[in-house]
């Protein structure tokens, strides 16, 4: 499990404090991009047709590339087929995304040709906060998603001392109220599964209690195919078939034979190639491709093993 409020990382100390002055776009033209020989031949595969959805990548996956090469990464990211990006590490207080202020950061992904239809916000930080702050934060998370043309604001984890049956109580009515607050600026809001919603707290479990006491239109849910195989009791497609209209995005990737961890996809257990055609896309509007963790070589690699497994084997099915 992933604590994204505790990784943010701090690009600010990698980049000079003048970031808006230094970039133009012809840093972003003219920047170097050292390409593997292991790299290059992915880039010559395509898939037949024009896909309906656009290729998503959760950044996260390649967070330690981000971390030495923001633009490097980037591109080879574009280079491989990937379209769209689903962000993590908002600074709420200066509202920036890697160390770039949200509009520089937005004009960035422009000139590589890159979107980002959502971001994982840090909401497990105001699991316990007043009112007041969580609006705050919330006001913060849509001024930047907005500035960025995200379409989704996303909640993506909780902290494990948060997992408990009064949280899953309270958790409905504040995700309602944060619903509300994001419709209203004309943006949707998601909540990300991992694990331990498919626990069981009181008579129910976490993901029943979300389904169950939020407003349908106020709240969708951004599944994780990869933690619904792992812990749930119900298939995928029977988590999707229980409310379909409220499944906007995806995340996609495999685990691993042996450890049951994350893989690329294509080295897992997880078969795509029968999941895929079977799950209801009546409200899919993104998916994203990712692995946490547990490289057989390293992020970028990973990342481009998974593209062209994906682009070869399972984009025929969206």
Request: net charge negative.
């Amino acid at each position: 499990m992933v604590n994204y409020s505790y990784l943010q990382i701090r690009f600010d100390l990698i980049h000079p404090k003048n970031l808006e002055d230094m970039y133009r776009r012809t840093f972003v033209k003219n920047s170097g991009l050292l390409w593997s020989a292991s790299i290059l031949p992915t880039l010559l595969f395509s898939s037949a047709g024009k896909p309906k959805y656009k290729m998503g990548l959760q950044a996260f996956t390649i967070r330690d590339a981000l971390a030495k090469d923001l633009v490097g990464s980037l591109k080879t990211v574009k280079a491989l087929g990937y379209e769209d990006l689903e962000l993590y590490g908002f600074d709420a207080e200066k509202v920036a995304y890697y160390g770039y202020k949200a509009k520089d950061f937005k004009q960035l992904l422009d000139d590589l040709g890159l979107s980002s239809s959502s971001c994982h916000y840090a909401f497990t930080d105001y699991v316990n906060a007043s009112n007041d702050d969580l609006a705050k934060f919330v006001d913060s998370c849509i001024t930047g998603a907005l500035t960025l043309k995200n379409n989704y604001i996303t909640w993506p984890w909780m902290a494990p001392e948060h997992r408990t049956l009064e949280t899953f109580e309270r958790l409905p009515e504040q995700l309602n109220r944060i619903g509300e607050q994001v419709k209203q600026a004309g943006l949707g809001f998601a909540y990300h599964n991992h694990d331990f919603e498919f626990h069981t707290y009181g008579d129910t479990t976490g993901f029943d209690t979300i389904i169950n006491g939020t407003d349908a239109s106020l709240v969708k849910i951004q599944l994780d195919l990869y933690w619904a195989v792992h812990s749930a009791k119900k298939s995928p497609q029977e988590l999707i078939a229980t409310a379909p209209e409220r499944f906007v995005m995806w995340h996609i990737k495999d685990m691993d034979k042996l450890t049951r961890d994350y893989s690329e996809l294509g080295n897992g257990s997880i078969d795509y190639s029968k999941m895929l055609p079977k799950l209801d896309t009546s409200a899919l509007e993104f998916y994203y491709l990712e692995q946490g963790g547990n490289f057989a070589q390293n992020s970028m690699q990973s990342v481009t093993d998974s593209a062209h497994f994906f682009k070869k084997n399972l984009q025929k099915f969206l």
